[in-house]
């Protein structure tokens, strides 16, 4: 008898057009048909969905969280790429 | 030269101070091996309570008195297994598994809220596991949507969101009775005498006898007492069974104008405890059902799992 779980699958919903999908949790399916299935049923109860995402969660690279520190530093002292570093005249407009 | 050494903070004071900032804990992070298993034991222990509270409410399905009631009925109890299921996927990136929390729940090792081990006898139940049971679970979960672990957190956001129609459509149920016949009111209050300390239970053991309380709150996966969220429950609830016109079985309950909050009496500990050992009413018949669905279903996740590996390779031959 085969005991094997169904693979784990990584959900991603866009609550509606012109919006980003966003990760919403995960569920175990046979195959991405099931999972989207699955996923519309766990998921979607109330409308809060009309395009669905899977992705085995197997399938997932993620950047490790002991090493964020260094690993994001690089933006972390170029304060001139955000608009308030600069000083504008006040009689400046449209700026 | 000044010497800036201060000591280095070990990897669990640095997980406190994150926690003290209310900064969330994710998946990967570092995280105490006690902080972990008390997570997988708290999340999956909610699970199961989730999955197994869809059996009192299932068993009024075709019996619901009107196609309205049913398909509400079926909603909610539609809601408890998708609950379950946000909940499991939280447990599971702890590094749970599903089949081994399953495998707990079903030898009777893992526990799940003791309230769903009482039956549900007349219609009049099904307005009370709203009403009341599902009202004390609100007061539960509404601070878990703030718990420090982040999956849990927001697996609990979504819960809550769905969690107030299952109150309300409750006390609705509870309202057309109590407006109806003498007998169904009469039903109405029997109903209420059933659930009414059952549902006190639902908050856990008196803070003087939880031992894990003051741990969890340190690591703020608890917000607040059981102590303090079952007065809470008191206070919120006896004004709603006056409106309805109902009596709280409890002689000691009394508004104390000093506390500006409910006496109420003692609930029955040794009753409590036996239920959690698996002795109340319904223990034995719940876990069997599961058992049995979790059996009977066995061969359809074989076949999807044989049909998912055959188109798999019937793909590969294609490619």
């Not at chain 2, 016949?181 to 006190?200: D, G, H, S, V």
Request: net charge negative; aromatic share 10%; proline share 5%.
């Amino acid at each position: 008898m085969n005991q094997a779980e169904w693979p784990l699958w990584e959900v991603f919903i866009r609550n509606k057009q012109g919006l980003d999908h966003k990760h919403v949790g995960s569920l175990h399916a046979a195959d991405a048909t099931m999972a989207i299935q699955n996923a519309r049923d766990v998921y979607t109860r109330r409308l809060e969905g009309v395009s669905i995402w899977v992705v085995e969660s197997t399938h997932i690279h993620a950047s490790n969280p002991d090493d964020a520190e260094a690993f994001f530093d690089p933006a972390a002292d170029k304060v001139y790429r955000h608009p308030t570093f600069y000083d504008v005249p006040d009689s400046i407009k449209h700026m | 030269m000044e010497t800036l050494e201060k000591p280095a903070l070990t990897q669990e004071e640095q997980f406190q101070a994150r926690i003290d900032a209310d900064v969330r804990i994710e998946p990967k992070d570092w995280m105490p091996e006690a902080y972990r298993k008390t997570l997988i034991r708290q999340i999956s222990q909610h699970a199961h309570s989730e999955l197994v509270g869809m059996l009192p409410e299932g068993n009024w399905i075709t019996r619901a008195p009107s196609l309205k009631r049913k398909s509400i009925l079926l909603s909610k109890v539609q809601d408890e297994a998708g609950h379950g299921l946000y909940l499991y996927s939280a447990a599971e990136t702890l590094g749970a598994s599903r089949d081994q929390m399953l495998a707990d729940l079903h030898s009777g090792k893992a526990k799940y809220s003791s309230i769903f081990n009482y039956p549900t006898l007349s219609w009049a139940d099904m307005g009370c596991v709203g009403w009341l049971v599902d009202g004390a679970a609100i007061l539960n979960q509404v601070p878990l949507c703030r718990t420090s672990y982040g999956p849990y957190a927001r697996a609990m956001v979504r819960v809550c969101k769905e969690e107030s129609f299952h109150q309300r459509q409750g006390f609705e149920v509870m309202q057309t009775l109590c407006e109806g016949a003498p007998a169904q009111k009469e039903m109405a209050q029997e109903a209420l005498n059933r659930w009414w300390w059952p549902t006190l239970m639902m908050f856990g053991p008196k803070d003087s006898e939880s031992p894990n309380t003051e741990q969890s709150m340190k690591w703020r996966i608890k917000r607040f007492t059981n102590d303090e969220l079952r007065q809470k429950f008191v206070d919120m609830m006896v004004p709603q069974a006056e409106f309805l016109g109902l009596t709280v079985p409890d002689p000691a309950l009394k508004w104390n104008e000093e506390r500006k909050a409910y006496d109420f009496g003692e609930v029955n500990w040794e009753e409590f405890w036996q239920v959690v050992k698996g002795n109340g009413l319904c223990n034995a018949d719940r876990l069997q059902a599961r058992v049995q669905a979790h059996e009977e279903g066995a061969w359809v996740r074989e076949a999807a799992l044989a049909h998912a590996a055959k188109r798999k390779a019937r793909e590969g031959v294609g490619a």
